[in-house]
């Protein structure tokens, strides 16, 4: 992939870098953050949607470049934002002739079937590689919502992450959009995962828009701690809104969930997802509506916390 950045800048770049005490990689990744939260904010700045697939396209295609396409593994729900996402860095790949990366889905225990189906077909119909990761130790208790969880049961791992959390009661409902269920059946099932498989890289469908804990995030954060292998999270669609979401689907026909068409506007746990309205999501009215209102709101309060034990 060819230099992007003029090279008068570069000797500037470098200079800057030294005088921060930072490499001139992580300043450049500060910079491109800084410059795109600036035209976001810039309202006489007009994007189109090509403008705003082909910036996402650049940062996976930096990681892809940095850490080789074996190295990199795609966070993928089936909902519209990460879907969004598999489909530019598969067209992407495609044009710079590179392999596409896997990708992986987090089954946190209880997911739509409409979501599972979905997944399926596009699985099949761009031939990707998709691995699915659950907790297993959890769900031999959690067998169905609501079900006690003893925490004495579980392998020793998990025990600690639930000390982690603070949490000291000897059980817990199974519910996996709580504040220890969350924990437990999305970030430690990624977490171990990354453990025994460890990529370089996860790339993430997260936006500064949709949720007030992630205003701040970076293209490109580093990950790591004592229960968190040591990773790069790639987040290629902060500079997105929701409405630029619909419009490069719609714009570039790419397939969706149909629960989106039914009034749901982001999708969780089946349980504790409803629908926002009656309308197809992208007809909804954005300034009224929030886009997160049919999740959990206690976990939506917390979502700094989770975020910061290692949730997307």
């Not at 500079?239 to 982001?266: M, V």
């Amino acid at each position: 992939m060819k230099n992007m950045v003029p090279d008068q800048l570069i000797p500037v770049f470098f200079s800057r870098a030294r005088q921060k005490k930072q490499p001139v990689e992580t300043y450049m990744e500060g910079l491109l953050t800084q410059i795109a939260q600036k035209i976001t904010q810039e309202k006489s700045f007009q994007r189109t949607t090509d403008d705003n697939i082909a910036l996402s396209q650049w940062v996976m295609m930096q990681a892809i470049e940095r850490y080789g396409s074996k190295n990199v593994v795609v966070a993928w729900t089936g909902g519209k934002d990460s879907t969004l996402i598999v489909w530019m860095i598969r067209e992407a790949c495609k044009k710079n002739k590179v392999p596409m990366p896997r990708c992986l889905f987090i089954n946190e225990g209880h997911v739509f079937e409409e979501i599972k189906e979905f997944v399926a077909e596009i699985t099949k119909k761009w031939k990707l590689n998709v691995t699915q990761v659950q907790n297993d130790n959890v769900l031999v208790q959690g067998t169905e919502i609501g079900a006690p969880v003893v925490v004495a049961k579980l392998d020793a791992r998990n025990q600690e992450e639930v000390k982690r959390l603070g949490f000291k009661k000897k059980t817990f409902p199974f519910e996996p959009e709580s504040f220890v269920g969350n924990h437990l059946m999305k970030t430690v099932a990624m977490n171990r995962y990354l453990e025994k498989h460890p990529y370089a890289a996860v790339i993430t469908g997260i936006r500064w828009d949709e949720q007030e804990a992630r205003a701040h995030e970076t293209y490109f954060s580093k990950r790591e701690g004592k229960l968190t292998p040591t990773h790069m999270r790639i987040h290629p669609i902060l500079h997105f809104t929701e409405r630029e979401i619909w419009d490069a689907i719609l714009n570039k026909k790419i397939p969706y969930c149909k629960l989106y068409q039914q009034g749901y506007r982001s999708l969780g746990a089946k349980g504790t997802t409803t629908k926002a309205d009656v309308k197809p999501a992208w007809e909804q009215d954005f300034s009224k509506i929030k886009e997160r209102a049919g999740r959990r709101q206690d976990k939506e309060n917390i979502m700094g916390t989770l975020r910061k034990l290692g949730y997307m």
